[in-house]
């Protein structure tokens, strides 16, 4: 296993050879994030695999590079990036019983995922910058920074702060032009002309991504499912169809 | 599986895995118990808790 290369779990047969394994295989090793699960090893191999999220938390330049693989001459409608919600790195810094259950290279870790998750937005918004309602990255601000993945208990304030999140106007304008653009996507450029070369080895960061292009019904989605994501999710499907009746 | 489908496995996931904490050995918590609990959603939606990632163009199941 070399950490610096993300190994894609994929639905679909690739290009290049497939990591042959299971569906809960493919889960498992998707969540073996250290400290929190061993490491899991699977297909012929037996290559031990760890979860992205200590680098690679927000893959949505990752997702275009492969989606200009298979795709690359095809237009593209627009990309939709869901973060877990924005992590607070002064709490995170906080001295206390937190630092000494959890090792301080998981705490710089972390920082550091807060740092580049957003890092990854903005290089997508410099690649989208002139193709408006293309690009849209929707991520809870407040409220989120105090609960833990496992934190099991907390997960109806979770809800509460997504729904919060979703009453905000801008957020509510973000929505309207999200959905026109899934239920009616125009496309303006092929993937192969947005030009993905540079910066593609500093990807870092949050979360699930859905990617919808105007050819095809598919989504194409990453493993990750943490709460917050699945929470807004929910609420954009109803949203969706509150919307389209 | 749709969408209220899947929030409902992983609150029951997570309240599963995450509610009994390891005191020793590689990972603070229960890969096992992960492991068990994925396997029994994946039995659900595809009838076979071994089924292959790839996508088998005829299975005519959704797994997003």
Redesign the interface.
């Known amino acids: 296993m070399n950490g610096n290369i993300p190994a894609l ?5 690739p290009r290049e050879t ?11 090793a998707t ?2 994030a250290p ?6 090893e699977i297909g012929r191999g037996k290559q031990p695999f760890i979860d992205g999220g200590m680098g690679r938390n927000n893959p949505s330049l990752l997702v275009l590079e492969e989606a200009k693989k298979l795709f690359g001459a095809r237009q593209l409608g627009c990309l939709v990036s869901i973060g877990t919600g924005q992590a607070d790195i002064i709490s995170i810094q906080k001295p206390g019983l937190f630092q000494q259950i959890i090792p301080t290279n998981i705490i710089s870790a972390l920082r550091l995922m807060t740092t580049d998750c957003e890092e990854t937005h903005e290089e997508a918004l410099k690649r989208f910058a002139s193709l408006p309602n293309t690009y849209f990255r929707l991520n809870v601000e407040y409220g989120m920074e105090g609960i833990q ?5 907390k ?1 109806s304030s979770v809800e509460a702060h997504t729904v919060q999140y979703m009453k905000r106007e801008e957020v509510d304008k973000k929505l309207t032009s999200l959905v026109a653009a899934i239920r009616a996507p125009r496309g303006q450029l092929t993937i192969e002309q947005l030009g993905m070369d540079k910066h593609l080895v500093n990807l870092n960061c949050d979360l699930t991504l859905l990617l919808s292009f105007s050819w095809a019904s598919k ?1 194409i ?1 990453t493993t990750h ?1 943490k ?1 917050q994501a ?2 807004i ?2 609420c954009i ?1 109803c949203w969706t169809n509150r919307h389209s009746q | 599986m749709d ?2 489908k ?2 409902e496995n ?2 029951d996931l ?2 599963k895995v ?2 009994d904490q390891k005191w020793w ?5 229960k ?1 096992t118990k ?2 068990g609990v ?2 029994s959603a ?1 039995k659900d939606v ?1 009838g076979d ?7 088998n163009e005829e299975a005519g199941f959704s ?2």
């Open positions: 779990f994929r639905t679909y047969q497939p990591i042959e394994c299971t569906i809960w295989e493919a889960a498992r969540s073996a400290t929190v699960f061993k490491r899991i993945l496992s934190e099991w208990e997960l989504q989605c499912q709460e699945l929470s999710s929910s499907i | 969408v209220d899947a929030i992983y609150d997570t309240e995450f509610s050995g590689d990972g603070k918590f890969a992960l492991e994925i396997k994946v595809t808790s071994e089924s292959p990632l790839v996508e797994r997003t």
